[in-house]
Nanobody, 116 residues
Framework: VQLQASGGGLVQAGGSLRLSCAVS????????IGWYRQAPGKQRESVAIIGSGGRTIYADSVNGRFTISSDNAENTAVNLQMNSLKPEDTAVYYC??????????WGQGTQVTVSS
């Protein structure tokens, strides 16, 4: 199973970035897929998750600024639109896949840096 994350980069505060995660190589059913992030010296935290029924959950810190969406019903390709970015959004962002059965899968991480 491969999770290909893309779209990170450097942006000024108030700007936007779009992250994408594509899942390939698996035959399992995805229960949920989403994004976590980890800033230097901090624990990894959930950012946004989309479930098999399309239900979305956002961290309070990004609610209203970030939008997670899926390109298909199987949730094998998801995007995270990040608007009104803040310096505190700076982190490595990881894609996570939660299969209906079996262990979770993590992507390799993509750096998002927001300058003030």
């Amino acid at each position: 199973v491969q999770l290909q994350a893309s779209g990170g980069g450097l942006v000024q505060a108030g700007g936007s970035l779009r992250l994408s995660c594509a899942v390939s190589g698996g035959t399992f059913t995805i229960n949920a897929i989403g994004w976590y992030r980890q800033a230097p010296g901090k624990q990894r935290e959930s950012v946004a998750i989309i479930g098999s029924g399309g239900r979305t959950i956002y961290a309070d810190s990004v609610n209203g600024r970030f939008t997670i969406s899926s390109d298909n019903a199987e949730n094998t390709a998801v995007n995270l639109q990040m608007n009104s970015l803040k310096p505190e959004d700076t982190a490595v962002y990881y894609c996570l896949v939660v299969p209906r059965i079996g262990s979770d899968y993590w992507g390799q991480g993509t750096q998002v840096t927001v300058s003030s």
